[in-house]
């Protein structure tokens, strides 16, 4: 089967001197793509949180891959012919194109079980109200309209969860919805650092520490955007 997935929407209203690119990645017998975001032709490219989610998947998995690129201002016609539209993420299940990261994740679980990084159902909502609150308290423009608060509530909520649960939301070993999560509070910690000099708080000991533990992964590492392009990334969204 073939899998192709993308970044955020956000990336395609970055700075006009930048090349929005679809990056290739092949795995066996499936091909994953990217889209991602190059500044002036610089390397390593930024990948969104959702574009990470899946490459932090497959090199969980242990899954080889190589990289080809794709020129997304120029989308070449095969793209067209698999999706009228043009547009990623698709995945192709069997005879069908499929669109959805948390598919293509699910996929990835199904055709390569091991190792496992199966989420309990009754825990893959665990943090998940994060990342929009992040948006809203990065978007707002009025210091007293409660979205940090809105933001350090859902924070203070996975705090107390990592301390009866963790050190992650499955217990003990990494799952799918760590990989989900974590890229959202990579780009949160960059994002609301640079813009609204804000950070996690000192108190919320749990998060903190789940977030470096996470991102000191060499599979993290080995994904993640450079901090300056994180910083890009969302300059649309705030200065809009």
């Keep these: 089967f073939f899998i192709f997935t993308s970044c955020l929407e956000f990336f ?42 899946v490459l932090l998947t497959i090199e969980e998995k242990n899954l080889p891959y190589e990289l080809k690129l794709v020129d997304l201002a120029n989308k070449p016609d095969w793209l067209f ?10 995945v192709k299940l069997e005879d069908k194109w499929v669109a959805d990261s948390d598919v293509i994740t699910q996929v ?35 210091t007293n309209d409660g979205t940090e608060q809105t933001l350090l509530s859902e924070l203070t909520s996975f705090d107390s969860y990592l301390k009866d649960n963790g050190p992650f939301i499955n217990g003990g070993t990494i799952s799918a919805a760590d990989l989900s999560l974590a ?9 609301l650092g640079h813009y609204k000099n804000w ?7 749990h998060v903190k520490t789940y977030m470096e ?3 000191s992964m060499d599979s993290f590492v080995n994904t ?16 809009g």
């Design 12 to 53: 395609k209203n970055v700075d006009d001197d930048s090349g929005t690119i679809l990056l290739v990645c092949q795995a066996k017998n499936l091909v994953v793509s990217f889209q991602f975001l190059s500044q002036w032709n610089r390397h390593p490219f930024i990948l969104g949180p959702f574009t990470q989610r």
């Design 81 to 90: 012919t698999i999706n009228p539209e043009g547009k990623v993420p698709i």
């Design 108 to 142: 990835l679980e199904e055709k390569y079980p091991q190792p496992s990084l199966a989420t309990p159902p009754e825990k893959a909502s665990i943090g998940s109200k994060i990342f929009s609150t992040f948006i809203g308290f990065l978007k707002s423009k009025d």
């Design 183 to 191: 890229p959202k509070l990579y780009h949160m910690e960059i994002a």
């Design 199 to 205: 950070s996690v708080p000192d108190a919320l000991a």
């Design 213 to 215: 533990t996470i991102f």
């Design 224 to 239: 993640r955007g450079l901090p300056e392009d994180v910083i890009a990334g969302w300059r649309s969204k705030v200065i």
